[in-house]
């Protein structure tokens, strides 16, 4: 069975950074991070940064110039690069990705839509 694992996240005081990882368990062709989530205690869940079709990054407002998403393909790992961060950056973080089991599937465009299990970032003041 084919999952999202994420990792990085902590307790950091504001002003710090971390670094989110998302990967695979499983054996898969090539994974794909299209976005990071997150949500916060009584909230929505809502976006923070995601890749477009045609490659561009995108980024909520609140977070622009602060976070940063990436990703390696050799790995098969996303990131997501938070800095000077802020009590209100406070959530669990989620990861969403594609993952194409094989060669045939990546050709095709058929890819498995996944969620991480999310991971918990606190930020004291």
């Known amino acids: 069975q084919v999952q999202l694992v994420e990792s990085g996240g902590g307790l950091v005081q504001a002003g710090g950074s971390l670094k989110l990882s998302c990967g695979v368990s499983?054996?898969?062709?090539?994974?794909?991070?299209r976005g990071w989530y997150r949500q916060a205690p009584g909230k929505q869940r809502e976006p923070v940064a995601r890749?477009?079709?045609?490659?561009?990054?995108e980024y909520a407002d609140s977070v622009k110039g602060r976070f940063t998403i990436s990703g390696d393909n050799a790995k098969n790992t996303g990131y997501l690069q938070m800095n000077s961060l802020k009590p209100e950056d406070t959530a669990v973080y989620y990861c969403?990705?594609?993952?194409?089991?094989?060669?045939?599937?990546?050709?095709?465009?058929?890819?498995?839509?996944?969620w991480g299990q999310g991971t918990l970032v606190t930020v004291s003041s």
């Open positions: 969403n990705a594609a993952a194409f089991r094989t060669v045939s599937d990546y050709v095709v465009g058929r890819a498995l839509a996944l």
């Open positions: 499983g054996s898969i062709f090539m994974l794909k991070v």
């Open positions: 890749v477009t079709s045609g490659g561009r990054t």
